[in-house]
């Protein structure tokens, strides 16, 4: 776990899926340490990454850019992005910039077939 001031990105994996959760505000000001983050998880090339919302209090389309690297970046490799816990105004976000049609969003956790197997609710 990596701490950035009052942000935090975790990541978590099992076999091959990802899980990164974010927290706290994510603005332009963290989009740096979003994108590393997940694009840090890309490296072990699983074949879902999930990007966890729940802990998200704040998000800007400055901050949901950060998302675009490792989109594009997953497609190459084929890695299926889904993100959960993706509250109204997540949801609204990353619409905006255009990514729902490149992500899978789940209001809640991820559906059978995209989570961890030793995921906990």
Known sequence: MRRFGRRTVRTRQAR????????????????ERV????????????LVLEVDLQR?????????????????EARKYGIRVI???AGAEARGTLQ???LSGM????????PDNGGPANRTS
């Open 103 to 110: 992500l899978d969003i789940h209001e809640g956790d991820a």
């Open 35 to 46: 994108d590393k983050g997940l694009c840090n998880a890309l490296r072990t090339h699983p």
């Open 96 to 98: 905006r910039l255009g």
């Open 83 to 85: 993100v959960t816990h």
């Open 16 to 31: 091959d899926h990802v899980v990164v959760q974010l927290s706290g505000e994510i603005i332009a000001a963290a989009a």
């Open 56 to 72: 998200v209090t704040f998000m800007t389309t400055d901050g949901a850019r950060a998302f675009l690297p490792a989109l594009l």
